[in-house]
C-alpha cells in the first residue's frame, strides 16, 4: 500500500506561480511511475505530466515548458512546479504513483488561476 498526501494548491493570478507538493509513504521503494492528473468539473481527468524512478518526463502538449515535475527519491516526495498560470489550468490536480500493476491516489488539491 502506498499512502498520498498532496499539498500546496491555492488561488492565484494568471501569470503566476505555485507548487505542488505530493508526500508518499508506505510502499514507497515499489513506487515505479509518479505524476499529476487535473481534473474540471464535467470533464474527464487528464494527464498532466509523469516522472519515473530514473527521472525521465514526460507532459501534457498544453503545459510543456511551464510546468516541471521532479522527484525527490530520498524524500518520497514529488514535486509539480507551475508557471505562466492560465486560467485553463484551474482544476484540482490529483498525484498518482504506480506500484506494479496498481496505482495509487492522492485526495487532490485545488488550483485557482483567476484575477
Known amino acids: 500500500q502506498v499512502q498520498l498526501v498532496e499539498s500546496g494548491g491555492g488561488l492565484v493570478q494568471p501569470g503566476g506561480s505555485l507548487r505542488l507538493s505530493c508526500a508518499a509513504s508506505g510502499r514507497v521503494f515499489s513506487i515505479t511511475v509518479m505524476g499529476w492528473y487535473r481534473q474540471i468539473p464535467g470533464k474527464q481527468r487528464e494527464l498532466v505530466a509523469h516522472?519515473?524512478?530514473?527521472?525521465?518526463?514526460a507532459y501534457k502538449d498544453s503545459v510543456k515548458g511551464r510546468f516541471t515535475i521532479s522527484r525527490d527519491n530520498a524524500k518520497s516526495t514529488m514535486y509539480l512546479e507551475m508557471n505562466s498560470l492560465k486560467p485553463e489550468d484551474t482544476a484540482v490536480y490529483y498525484c498518482f504513483a504506480n506500484v506494479g500493476p496498481s496505482s495509487y491516489w492522492g485526495q487532490g488539491t485545488q488550483v485557482t488561476v483567476s484575477s
Open positions: 516522472i519515473d524512478k530514473s527521472g525521465n518526463t
